[in-house]
């Protein structure tokens, strides 16, 4: 890799190393079990981080909604992260803990959904992807874990995904259930980081 993309790699390195405790909390790793969507929130918020840091100018990342006031003020569903220009136009709610932005949707360029690990393209992936889609022009689901035996399974992953459609799929490694072998992917990373530093 070159001297850059040693850089980002490590950026995974560090990401993986503050995700893994929580993702891995199953009874199968015996390790107490937390709640999916804290997982979930633990590894955004951290991406997130990771993510301001290559975001062009005037460009911002945060957990929040998405408004449409042309449409009576309709409001998106919850959103991980949310890829937006300019300051929050509508209200941001912060405090040491946390950071909640309502953006408008003329402001909204990404949302990616999180989850810390995926097995299966679900009905409610596809639900949340198509009622996102009308507040945001890209939808992009990132997962830590693609629980997958094989390559080919990943990228099979990835296409049901984009068929239901998330314009991106990425994973920091995928894992297979039967031996608990770990294979992280840095090119899902760097092209990650790329696509967001050309975000506009």
Not at 175 to 194: A, L
């Amino acid at each position: 890799m070159a001297r850059y993309d040693d850089a980002i790699a490590q950026e995974l390195d560090v990401l993986i190393g503050e995700a893994t405790p929580y993702s891995l909390s199953s009874p199968s790793f015996g390790n107490p079990t937390i709640h999916d969507f804290v997982k979930g929130l633990i590894l955004a918020t951290n991406i997130i981080k990771v993510i301001k840091k290559y975001l062009p100018e005037g460009y911002y990342a945060d957990w929040g909604q998405i408004i449409d006031k042309r449409s009576g003020n309709a409001l998106s569903n919850e959103s991980d992260i949310i890829i937006y220009k300019g300051k929050p136009g509508c209200k941001t709610i912060e405090n040491q803990s946390m950071r909640f932005v309502l953006v408008d949707k003329d402001q909204a360029r990404v949302v990616i959904q999180v989850k810390s690990g995926i097995d299966a393209v679900k009905e409610e992936d596809k639900k949340y992807c198509k009622s996102l889609s009308k507040f945001v022009p890209q939808v992009w689901f990132f997962t830590e874990c693609c629980w997958a035996n094989s390559k080919s399974r990943v990228r099979d992953m990835g296409k049901k995904l984009k068929k239901a459609g998330y314009k991106q799929f990425f994973y920091l490694y995928s894992m297979n259930d039967n031996r608990n072998c770990r294979c992280i992917d840095y090119s899902q990373f760097i092209k990650f980081i790329e696509l967001i530093k050309k975000i506009k």
